[in-house]
Each structure stands twice: as structure tokens, then as C-alpha cells.
């Protein structure tokens, strides 16, 4: 099969833009001298340019798989890493108790406060500005373990300083049969698309607040917890810089 070389040309350079517009946040939170504002300058820099791609974001994701993975969370569900709120639309509210949005970045608080007020789901979704490995946080808001019916994750792993710490503690948190879906981007399995990824991302870390292009996220999930696979799969082209594994992982029961 001959290689499609000008879409892999453009899917491999089309990110520069991103990039360019990640680092002037970063200079842009720096210089400004607002030691007022809590949090680091990159996790302040990278709330600041997410909230400016939010719409190109959600655009793109409403044509992929997204949409139908979070329309089928249900009774009390914890979202790992809501950042300003972009799939709080998407939930299926009727068939959800509760939203624990756990978000470690505190920068987001008052977009994600907003995004809550302007869908009127102040009475479901309740922000948790911690770490999810930060059991004493949880414990506060009722979060322990077992206590979960559904955990998503949508592109949270990337950025996590230790996923496989991050998938445990989800299914630690999960009750027996309770279910992690995912939507997250990773390695590429196509060798040239992986180096031109390992390039990238010398810089991409430093712009995106730790956001990696080449972890091993299919690896990362079935191996950092017990977990019968319900229905977990790849998505996008062969060349894309940023593929998608995604689906529903179920919390094996014992006894």
C-alpha cells in the first residue's frame, strides 16, 4: 500500500500553530506579574489557551466517537479532568445522580463554575479541585472507595504525571461492574508517524502543561488495573499525530 504522503505532510505540521499559540500564553501569564493568581505559570498559560480552542475543540469532537462515549455515563459518575467544561453538554442527565467534575488545575475553576451556571447543572455537577489521587479531598465530597458507578476520561492521561497511578486509583474508586470509559489520544502505532511524534514532543510537554503525544495508552489501561474490556478500540487514520483509543472498561467483580 503506497503512503498518502500529502496528508501525512499535513498531519504532521499542522500542530505548529498550537504550539506557537500554547508558548505565547506561557509568556503571557509569565509577564504578567500576577502573583495573586494561584497555581504555576504553565497550568495558569494552558487554562488560559484552552479556553481560547474550547469551540475548535469541541467542533472537531462532535465528529468523532466523543459524543456517544459520554451520553452513556450514568448514576454517580466521577469526570477525570474537566478542565473549562466541554463535554458537560454531552452527559445524559437523566440518567446520571451525581458529577464529580475532579479537576487539579485550579485555573479552570472559574470557567468551569461558569460552564456549569450558563447549562443549569448546579444541582448535578459538582466541581473537586484536587489531585484524584488525593483521597482526603475526595473523602469530603463522599468520593471513596467504591463509591463510583461510571469514571471518563476524555485526553486527561496524556497530561497525568503517573497514568497507571491514575487508571488504579479509578478503578479503586469504581463500585464491582462499574465502568471507566475513555477517550484518550497516544502512541501512534505506525512507526514514522511515532518518530515524528518522539519530535515533537521535545517541545509539546513544555507548551501544554506535560501533554504527551507517544504514552502507550492501551498499555496504560489494561495493565494498571483489573478490568474485563467491554469495548475498546483505536480511532483515526494510521498518520494522525494525535490517535484515539477509546471505549468502556469495566471493573471486574470478585467473590
Known sequence: MGIDLKNRVISYVDKYKLLLDAFKSIWTVYSSNDRATEGPVRSRAFAQWYGKVAPNFIAYEDTT?????????????????????????????????????VEPNVAFEDALHARIEKLQLSDKYVPVFCDIRDTAALERHGIVEGSIDCVTSFQVLCSADDPEDVVAQAWRLLKPGGELIVWEHGASSDWLTFVVQKVW??????????????????NILLKSADWEIVDLRYEGEKWSLMPRVSGTLRKVQRG
Open 65 to 101: 466517537s466523543l459524543p456517544s462515549l459520554a451520553a452513556v455515563a450514568h448514576g454517580t459518575v466521577l469526570e477525570l479532568g474537566p478542565g473549562s467544561g466541554n463535554q458537560l453538554q454531552r452527559y445524559k442527565m437523566d440518567n446520571i445522580t451525581k458529577i464529580y467534575g
Open 201 to 218: 514532543n521535545l517541545l509539546w510537554p513544555l507548551a501544554l502543561d506535560g501533554c504527551s503525544l507517544d504514552r502507550p495508552i492501551m
